[in-house]
């Protein structure tokens, strides 16, 4: 089963017959159930707690509320990357202690822990907990935030202002808009979400007094992740007496890479009380605890010669943090957001400034895309904006100015070199599945029907796998995004893989398989992927960022180039002939030029338990450990293309076509890589239609359930025609790119494109996302009585 | 969720007598709404008295020109009815479209009625056709059945057995979902009667209502164009994230004229 195949999902029997094991499911004896009290109040002041009715309430063991925390000593959770002022000083980084003492700062924040022998004792005991509040007022918009006298979310952070940060050549982009023949000009919203992983959070705290170990179970996309932060920040735990797993996980979507309280508070109770300690969110806690997405307001200026050359880019953007700073949210407005905004385009001059701030909000941090989808959104509007401003075809105007595929590499003005890619093969491909050039027919036969039909393109580029370390580094991760991998090839030829990289959705367990088996000639089910276990795994970064096959799957790689390297030494010891001389393929090593050979499962037998082995000179065993650090980020690319009807009457949309095409780089598993790209359109189709995150002006969560969290459901989408254009990365060795977030990533911009295109004979210039029926009828009854 | 104790009666008149004994007791139908209100500590029974083994509850029968169908009978059931699609296809239809195949399989007629949402779809219908509801003590008329949001004329026990249709001479239902929850953002029902139109509203106010004015209309003449230049005022109407009352009122008008398309 090799490289290329639609192999069936290894891990799918498990799913589909209930036999995974999620956090929730595993229990322990002795075992307590945790329940966290929770804010009600977006701001206010914590004047007195009293637990007095709690302790009292059956079944009740502890109350821990954030004094108790901060007296032993518990740190803040960390954020993982230091942003820099335009002014070269720090951002502001406020605490972000697991239980708060002092101040709430928004709904959900976290008041205490009441911890029982059951889940509804807890509850129920919770529930008692009278906690004093003194109401403070509240900010929850980027706009109210930035407003003269705003409330303050936290005394350090005057103007609400976390950051405020540039990227790009100032003054040549402003010299570009002077030179412009026309300027096209664009403000828009991209809308908060939340990320609605279908398992919620959960997680287990233990601690055995014998040894003084700790374990933690938790929903996480990046376990040793977790153990490095939890135990070097909060808890000051040494890492050989923190052992942290994260089983299989139902979906992630980044909202399960971060380091959240709960599982600082489970694991210190347990140690407290050294019993078991179980925390699982509902998911009405879900909505006010696990971080949100996108949520920026942002002004976009393009500058553009006659014939439509753009000349220059200018960005403003603000962007909501929350209440407190999670663990990566820092650099998703910036290093994953402005770094972007060249798109697939050749725009000489870009000049991109973010300010982030403080809201009573849930913290936002990434979410399928991180910083991308908000690029895209913004660049691909704009470029269709452009079009019409300027009287050019919006496909040809896109033609223009892509880069073109012989100008790669490509340094854009915003700090990233483009490795390879072929905008106009993807673009052609969408183009002519779509059937492009015949839509002004299904147009008039829609009008025909009373429907207004639209057709709308994106032409996208994102950026994957974070690196190289050194880059990152400098520009203010405080950690390398590094991978690790180790094959372990057992004495009668059967292989365990384990790798830092996190599966929860994305089919590693099948697709890093393929990649051994494609290597080593052994059966895909000889292959074991081992991955959520900071004990068995040296090390790893998790998965996010769609880099788990472009860094996690190369780490596998070159392990796997190791092993063969070793194999031979050991070949050449049984055939007594050179290591040079031995040639590997299929399984089989071999003696150049000759028929002799030993299989891999031989070589594995000896390797362990040898009866003639060059001890002296080689190690036994048939082990090896790679580490890999990316040279470049990786940049998919392609050309989403959508369909819509609308209802006139209702302003109904009706999504009736979604074409895309894609470079991912090269394919392991077309199957899991199709079923990528539909969940990442799915998403990304209900962030352009359906979902919003709405507060009211007080702060209270208002879309705080799925009776009006508007999740997109199978219903709400047509079939999907996905095809490939292939250009490979050219520094992995697996020339793979990522493919986690394009869906995400490409379409929303295709989706409201679309929807404009419907509505532009109306006179109807703008639309925000979701494009729900209201703001659709909104905007043709407007854009009908302005004549 | 409170703990509950869970009663199983085999009749009406042993659930009415078990549900009267109880501290905080309440009828537990399909659960598609009472066990959601548990979860979220709205609703705080001390004993559930289920429904499920009562099969006098059961049954869709045609009798002359009225239709009953019994309160235990699930939403699905009534969807796929050869009884009801044909003396009343339009509530066959209505019943198809509410929630998702797991809600139509457990949610039950009565236990919709007697939750009384007001984006729920079953109330239009009812109120749309003048059926009656069959009480374990009396018949309510759906004009006075419902009083409110989550409020009817129901009094504290009272168990639903069934609700009596006069068939009309046509009828449709037109409803625009509201995005997330499914649920009628407006709902419209519409029935000819011999005793002349009647048009119901669901999902646009606290509770379902009678549109007058488009009754009237619709009474001069039977078509789309009575409706020309009828504007229906948004006071009154449910003003929330969901919708403002402008669109409810607009979407009113709309889903009048495709209930009438439909007919
Ligand atoms: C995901 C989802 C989507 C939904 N979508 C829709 C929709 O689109 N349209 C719609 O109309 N509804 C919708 N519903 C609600 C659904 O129709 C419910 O089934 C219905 O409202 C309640 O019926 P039930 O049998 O489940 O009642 P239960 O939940 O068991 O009971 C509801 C209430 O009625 C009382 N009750 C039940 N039976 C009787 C009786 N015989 N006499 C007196 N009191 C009684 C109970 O005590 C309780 O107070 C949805 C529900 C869900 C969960």
């Known amino acids: 089963m090799a490289i290329g195949q639609s192999v069936k999902r290894k891990e799918d029997a498990r799913f589909l017959t209930g036999r995974g094991v999620y956090t929730d499911d595993i229990n322990r004896p002795g075992q307590l159930h945790a329940v966290i009290v929770r804010s009600p109040l977006p701001h206010a002041r914590i004047a007195g707690i009293d637990a007095g009715e709690t302790l009292a309430a059956e079944g009740v063991v502890a109350v821990f509320t954030g004094a108790d925390m901060a007296a032993d000593g518990v740190g803040s959770l960390p954020c993982g990357w230091l942003i820099h002022n335009k002014d070269g000083s720090e951002m502001v980084e406020p605490p972000h202690p697991p239980l708060v003492a002092e101040r709430v700062r928004h709904v959900g924040d976290q008041v205490a822990v009441v911890i029982a022998e059951t889940r509804a004792q807890a509850k129920r005991a919770a529930q008692l907990l009278d906690v004093d509040y003194e109401d403070l007022d509240a900010v929850v918009s980027c706009a109210d935030a930035t407003e003269d006298g705003a409330p303050l979310v936290w005394d350090e952070a005057p103007g609400n202002t976390c950051y405020d940060w540039e990227l790009g050549d100032r003054e040549a982009t402003d010299a570009a808009f002077e030179r412009a023949a026309q300027v096209v000009e664009l403000d828009l919203v991209n809308n908060r979400l939340v990320p609605n992983a279908m398992e919620p959070r959960a997680a287990i705290g233990e601690y055995d007094p014998a040894g003084g170990n700790y374990t933690l179970t938790t929903t996480s996309q990046a376990p040793h992740v977790v153990r490095l932060l939890m135990g070097a920040f909060v ?140 690029a895209a959104y913004l660049l691909e509007r704009l470029v269709d904006k452009a079009a019409r401003q300027l009287g050019i075809d919006r496909i040809e105007l896109r033609r223009r100015n892509f880069i073109p595929k012989d100008a790669f590499p490509y340094a854009t003005p915003v700090a990233l070199e483009y490795d390879t890619g072929d905008y106009e093969a993807t673009l052609d491909l969408a183009l002519s599945q779509a059937d492009w050039d015949g839509f002004e027919s299904r147009r008039e036969e829609a009008a025909a029907r009373g429907k207004l039909r639209g057709i709308g393109a994106s032409t996208y580029v994102e950026a994957c796998g974070i690196a190289p370390s050194a880059v990152a580094g400098a520009l ?114 071999k003696v150049a030029g000759t028929e002799s050979s030993v299989a891999l499962d031989e070589v594995a037998f000896a390797a362990y338990v040898p009866h003639d082995y060059p001890i002296e000179e080689l190690e036994p065993g048939l082990e090896e450990t790679a580490f890999y650090d990316p040279a470049n980020f990786t940049f998919p690319a392609g050309c989403h293309i ?106 929303p911009p295709a989706v409201i494109n679309a929807v404009l295109d419907a509505l532009a004979p109306l006179g109807v210039g703008d639309i925000e996302m979701p494009a729900t029926p209201e703001r659709v009828w909104r905007a043709i009854r407007d854009a009908r009585a302005a004549g | 969720m409170q703990d509950f104790a869970l009663h199983r009666p085999t009749s009406a008149a042993a659930a009415v007598e078990t549900c009267r004994g109880c501290d905080e007791g309440r009828y537990l139908a399909g659960g598609q709404s009472l066990i959601p209100m548990m979860k979220l500590d709205l609703a705080l029974p001390s004993d559930l008295v289920s429904l ?25 059931a009534v969807a796929e009815s050869a009884e009801v699609a044909g003396a009343i296809p339009a509530l066959a239809g209505l019943a198809a479209r509410i929630g998702d195949a797991q809600v139509r399989n457990r949610g039950t007629l009565g236990g919709s009625i007697a939750h009384a949402d007001p984006a729920a779809d079953y109330p239009a219908a009812l109120l749309a056709l003048g059926a009656a509801i069959v009480t374990d003590r009396r018949e309510i008329e759906a004009e006075s059945f419902f009083a409110g949001p989550y409020e009817t004329a129901l009094e504290a026990g009272e168990l639903i057995r069934a609700a009596r249709f006069p068939i009309p001479e ?75 009352a402008e669109y409810r009122a607009h979407l009113i008008g709309a889903m009048t004229r495709r209930a009438l398309t439909a007919i």
């Open chain 1, 235 to 374: 808890l000051n735990l040494p890492e050989h007496k923190l052992r942290v797993v994260a089983p299989d996980v139902g979906g992630g979507f980044g909202s399960k890479i971060f380091h959240y309280a709960e599982e600082a508070i489970v694991t210190w109770a347990a140690g407290k009380l050294a019993r078991p300690v179980k925390w699982t969110a509902e998911r009405s806690e879900s909505f006010v605890s696990d971080a949100h997405g996108r949520d920026h307001v942002s002004h976009a200026e393009l500058a553009v010669d006659e014939q439509g050359q753009f000349l220059g880019l200018r960005v403003r953007t603000v962007a909501n943090m929350g209440a407190y700073l999670s663990t990566f949210a820092t650099s998703i407005p910036t290093y994953l957001y402005a770094t972007l905004l060249a798109g697939c385009y050749r725009t000489p001059a870009i000049y991109c400034e973010v300010r982030s701030v403080f809201t009573n909000t849930v913290p936002v941090d990434a979410y399928r895309g991180a910083g991308r989808p908000e």
């Open chain 1, 476 to 589: 203010g991760a405080r950690a390398g995004l590094y991978e690790s991998a180790v094959v372990r090839v057992h004495p009668t030829g059967s292989v365990s893989v384990l790798t830092g990289s996190h599966s929860h959705g994305q089919g590693h367990e099948t697709t890093f398989a393929q990649i051994v088996a494609d290597r080593l000639g052994v059966d895909i089910d000889a292959v074991e992927v081992v991955h959520g276990d900071t004990e068995i795994i040296p090390f790893g970064m998790g998965t996010y960022g769609s880099r788990s096959l472009a860094v996690g799957g190369s780490a596998l790689f070159k392990a796997l180039d190791k092993v063969v390297a070793k194999g031979k030494k050991i070949a050449a010891h049984m055939l007594e002939a050179a290591a040079d001389d031995i040639e590997f393929a299929d399984g089989q090593f």
């Open chain 1, 642 to 747: 959508c369909e819509v009807e609308i209802d006139p009457e209702t302003g109904a949309v009706e999504l009736v076509g979604v074409t895309v095409a894609d470079d991912v780089g090269r394919v392991i598993n077309p199957m899991i890589v199709e079923g990528q790209i539909h969940g990442g359109l799915a998403q990304g189709i209900g962030q352009a239609l359906l979902e919003n995150c709405v507060y009211d002006e007080n702060g209270q969560l208002l879309t705080s359930s799925f009776m009006n969290y508007a999740m997109p459901r199978a219903a709400d989408l047509p079939s999907f025609d996905v095809g490939h254009h292939v250009t490979p990365c050219t520094h992995n060795p697996l020339g793979v790119k990522g493919v986690g977030e394009v869906g995400s990533i490409g379409v």
């Open chain 2, 52 to 76: 499920a083994g009562i099969a006098e509850l059961s049954g869709i029968r045609r009798e002359g020109e009225t239709l009953t169908i019994g309160a235990a009978e699930t939403h699905a």
């Open chain 2, 170 to 244: 046509a009828a449709a239902y037109a409803k625009f979902p509201q995005p997330a929850s499914k649920f009628a953002l407006v709902g419209v029902f519409l029935a000819r009667t011999a005793e002349g139109v009647r048009v119901a509203v669901t999902g646009a106010a606290t509770t379902v209502f009678r549109a007058d004015a488009i009754e009237q209309a619709l009474e001069r003449s039977f078509e789309a164009s009575a409706l020309d230049g009828l504007e229906i005022p948004p006071d009154g109407l449910t003003d929330n994230l969901d919708a403002s």
